[in-house]
């Protein structure tokens, strides 16, 4: 039997820097932190928006534009992002992906972050900060999920690619790259401490 995948779904997932990655994570931790202790108008966001979390999506999503830290952290995002960008074989014309939003996030326990995807961007992402053992991971949707209609449901070990949902473990110092039409979630966080992100929005102009 002849059997090819087409319309393949990408994910990208590798190691932000191979060493100091330690270091780096207790200051961006740090910096969170801090960023969630100023930031009032992102509190009261998430009051309605984030119960039990915090995210600075609503209020300060542009991050690298202010803090070197996080500019620091868009460089080495950048190197992770062209390579994704050549395995997708996007044809930019000469214009380049730019980073347009950054944002952080801090889930305690209980909190969660429902399904949702990313318009008006292009690539789409999350560096991880801190990832306490048993934190949720990111969960994606196969997109053609609303298309299968009278489809029998997928067996029980059925292989990865053939899967409707698939999750990317949270580890800290991974970055996870998706093309930002794919659906994602995080599900409830179940352990006692904070999962800390940092996720972002590329734009294509």
């Known amino acids: 039997m002849s059997l090819r995948a087409w319309f393949p779904t990408f994910i990208y997932c590798e190691r932000l820097q191979q060493t100091g990655l330690e270091r780096l994570n207790v200051e961006l931790a740090d910096e969170c932190r801090r960023l969630r202790d100023f930031d009032r108008a992102g509190r009261r966001w998430c009051e ?7 995210t600075s999506y609503a209020s300060m999503n542009e991050l690298h534009r202010f803090s070197s ?7 080495k995002l950048n190197r992770h992002l062209r390579a994704f960008a050549r395995a997708l074989d ?32 292009c690539i789409s992402g999350t560096y991880y900060v801190a990832t306490p053992a048993g934190c949720p991971g990111l969960k994606f949707e196969d997109p053609r999920l609303d298309r299968f209609m009278a ?20 580890e ?9 039409w794919v659906r ?8 006692a401490e904070e999962r800390i992100s940092v996720s972002f929005n590329y734009h294509w102009a």
């Open 69 to 75: 830290t996080f500019a620091e952290l868009e460089k």
């Open 90 to 121: 996007f044809n930019l014309g000469g214009r380049p992906l730019q980073l347009t939003d950054l944002w952080v996030n801090i889930m305690p326990p209980t909190a969660a972050h429902s399904l949702h995807l990313h318009p008006l961007s």
């Open 184 to 191: 994602h979630e995080v599900p409830p966080n179940r352990v």
């Open 172 to 180: 800290a110092g991974n970055v996870v790259l998706f093309e930002s």
């Open 48 to 54: 309605t928006n984030y119960p039990g979390g915090y």
């Open 151 to 170: 489809a029998p449901p997928r067996r029980t070990g059925a292989r990865r690619e053939n899967q409707t949902h698939i999750t990317y473990p949270a």
